[in-house]
């Protein structure tokens, strides 16, 4: 079975996903957050479309296990609905998706949602959320916690996110939730399964005794063996194809443009 192509940053995909392709691959990593009760009722999935100023996100009330290609609204960098359903309002907390586009070139996909779980870790003094899993590679440089839980619903609260988001791949916002940023869409769909692995794998470690973080020699090492590329790829395939099998999302949307 063909997936929709898209890049992924291998050597044998496409420079540059068609906004057909980033569309597919927006509702169906909504539609799969949301199965696995990551994004569930609240919570949006954004994909930067070529050029560089607007972007693919879902509307303000359009359920997250329905969302579709078609649903999806363009905003520019300023929170403006610029096409889609007239009327149609996009997330209240858009202006998060804005400010760090604005400020990340290498960011083309962001993921916001509210995992219980992993916000744990911003409820307590001196438990942080490490790196307890190989894939927690990816958050190496850390994972910082915005401290005002105020929803992000304007462009300051925006810049403010970015200041603490700086050159990390995701964050927290301080009794809120979760910011997971990529190059791509599937990028992003598959951080934040890790993201959610990794907390909970740290939960347990917490409640059992002292923990073992993964130590700064242990995550170099992955990192020699790591190929990004592939391991988005297989992922996607896996998670794709039992979500077809579980009537997530129709088999036709794998194979789009």
Not at 10 to 32: F, G, I, N, Q
Request: contains cysteine; negative net charge.
């Amino acid at each position: 079975m063909a997936l929709n192509k898209h890049t992924d940053q291998s050597p044998d995909a496409p420079a540059t996903p068609s906004e057909e392709s980033l569309r597919l691959d927006v509702s169906m990593s909504t539609r799969l957050l949301n199965s696995m009760k990551i994004l569930e009722y609240s919570g949006h999935v954004s994909a930067r479309l070529p050029g560089g100023d607007t972007f693919l996100v879902q509307p303000q009330n359009k359920s997250r296990a329905e969302v579709s290609s078609e649903d999806l609204l363009v905003c520019d960098l300023d929170g403006k609905v610029v096409a889609g359903t007239p009327g149609i309002k996009p997330p209240s907390e858009v202006f998060l998706h804005c400010e760090i586009y604005r400020a990340r070139s290498d960011v083309n996909s962001i993921a916001h949602f509210h995992h219980d779980v992993t916000n744990v870790f911003t409820l307590v003094e001196d438990v942080p959320l490490l790196p307890f899993k190989n894939h927690a590679i990816r958050w190496k440089s850390g994972i910082p916690v915005h401290p005002d839980p105020a929803h992000v619903d304007d462009a300051e609260r925006g810049r403010g996110i970015v200041k603490t988001l700086g050159p990390h791949h995701a964050m927290q916002i301080r009794a809120h939730g979760q910011i997971v940023t990529a190059e791509t869409v599937r990028g992003v769909f598959i951080d934040s399964v890790h993201l959610v692995e990794n907390a909970e794998a740290a939960y347990r470690a917490y409640s059992l005794g002292k923990p073992k973080p993964l130590t700064e020699e242990e995550i170099e090492s992955f990192s020699h063996s790591f190929r990004r590329g592939h391991h988005i790829r297989k992922l996607w395939s896996y998670y794709t194809l039992g979500a077809i099998r579980d009537d997530v999302f129709p088999e036709a949307w794998t194979s789009g443009a």
